[in-house]
């Protein structure tokens, strides 16, 4: 991200005096080939969304438990659930996804690395009825909540979250939120790169626009409140929002093969996964 463009979104957003209302997805299940395939490049070491994966990967990966069954809402193309199968044998994980294009491609990555710890579950995220109660040690979900159509599939969701964990179980939502200002979601826009998709920009800007805000969140997180989960946004403007709760046996390691990964990303991408990093935040 450009500095100075990140001068003014911070700007614009602390200035804008109204909220923007929320406009939901058309494409609540990625179905669309095109889109499947561009979101799914724009994850490798040099697309787009590189910055984030590094940044919520480690994230995910400090909050693990040591043992047990790990769930990923939303899989989509296996992004994090692919590399965490990797870098955790030990743990047993579920991706869930209603896109069968999304799912066959996880699949299939799956298959070339020759993973024996993932299984794959087609239904909503939800309602996990699938899924017993207490059976689940840890729950996280990437960039697929603001594709859920109503604030009351977000609450049902975080219910289903803590229905399914168990008693010690933790869990890491996190999404975009909704920014106030249409000028701030039109700079983030204007940031990507020379020769983004279009596919993609018009993904990124509906992904923004259909996100919940912060109080939203913060509603359908009371379902959860007893684990003291974290609320957490992006400083100034909440582009980025999540809850967090490390289960109690989480490594706070971070693992050699996730750093190497780090001097992977382009100058560029670096300096957007440190600002992450850093404007992430505990809020209230
Ligand atoms: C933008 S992708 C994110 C994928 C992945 N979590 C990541 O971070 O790369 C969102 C995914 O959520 C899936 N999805 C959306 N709503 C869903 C629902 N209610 N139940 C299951 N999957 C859903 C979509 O099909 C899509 O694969």
Redesign the pocket.
Known sequence: MNPLRLCKILYSELTAKTSQERIPETD????DVEA?EA?ASA?NGTGI?APY?QF?LERIARALPAHGTVI??????????IPLAELFPRLQFIG????EN?LNLAKAESTKRQLKNVTFLR????RLSPIADNSIDFVY????IH??PTVT?LDE?CQEVGRVLASQGGFFLVDFGRLKSDQAIRLFIDDAPDGTPQVLLR?YDA?MRAAFSLDEWRKALQPLRGRNPKLMTTFGAPFIVGALCPHPTSQTLVLRALHANRSRLSRRYFFDYLALRFLFKTCR
Do not use: Q
């Not at 239904?123 to 939800?126: H, K, L, P």
């Open positions: 609540l299940v990625m179905t499947v979101f994850g969304m994966y919520a990923d809402l939303g899989c989509g193309s296996g992004a994090l659930l869930i996804d209603l896109s999304m239904e909503n995220f939800s979900c990437s960039m697929a594709h859920l599939t969701t993904d992904s």
